[in-house]
């Protein structure tokens, strides 16, 4: 499967100063960018640079960042799933994973998640791709936010609606181990039937179970 990559972008005015939405963004110009220092979600911030870094040069990798002039302040990550998911096991060259999504907490609360989406999505490549997310509690920043699960919950996925993502139904054992956790997908236009009864078979592997 070729994976074409369109570039696109978008000015997003807030009150803490404009942002440029952009992407998918070339690692070159990736490691050219300053990396905000509260970018801490996932690893510290050096690291994550390097990982968005690392992951724009993979063939279907794609980000998307948020950059107040010359600093990435937040980003979102497109690529295969993590060898070790049940997700990569019908090695579907058609499937990517929205891996990671982050904002400093200084432009939180200003739609920038929600255009980081919207931005991916402007690409028509997306629709020869079935895009999953999959949203886990304990990777929430429930503390800062001040949120409780269900609210931050509602949050993400209104978020995720933005960008096409929509609730589907698991027996993920992962997924099924809290209620708060879920499954979203956004099938593109242009995938075929056959990947789409694979993807659902992904969804339901333990139907012995029953």
């Known amino acids: 499967m070729e994976h074409k990559k369109t570039y696109n972008a978008k000015e997003l005015k807030t009150p803490k100063g404009t942002l440029i939405i952009e992407g998918p963004v ?6 050219a960018y300053e990396f905000h220092h509260d970018l ?15 992951i724009a040069r993979l063939p279907e990798g794609r980000i998307i960042i948020a950059r107040h002039h010359q600093t990435i302040v937040g980003y979102v990550t497109f690529l295969y799933p993590d060898p070790l998911e049940r997700w990569s ?6 499937l990517i994973e929205l891996g990671a999504i ?23 490549a ?3 791709y079935i895009i999953i997310t999959t949203e886990y509690y304990w990777h929430w920043d429930l503390k800062r936010t001040g949120l409780n699960v269900w ?3 509602k949050v993400m996925e209104k978020m995720m609606n933005a960008g096409g993502l929509v609730w589907y139904a698991t027996d993920d054992p992962e997924i099924c181990s809290h209620p708060a956790n879920c499954l979203m997908a956004r099938i593109g236009k242009r995938v075929d039937q056959e990947s789409i009864q694979k993807f659902d078979r992904l969804r339901f592997m333990n139907r012995f179970m029953y």
């Open 26 to 31: 070339p690692a070159e110009k990736l490691a």
């Open 40 to 54: 801490t979600a996932f690893r510290q911030p050096e690291q994550q640079h390097q990982a968005l870094i690392d």
């Open 89 to 94: 096991e019908g090695k579907m060259e058609n």
């Open 102 to 124: 982050e904002v400093i907490p200084e432009f939180r609360g200003y739609q920038v998640g929600k255009n980081l989406l919207i931005v991916s999505m402007m690409d028509d």
């Open 126 to 128: 997306m629709e020869d």
């Open 151 to 153: 609210e931050y919950r």
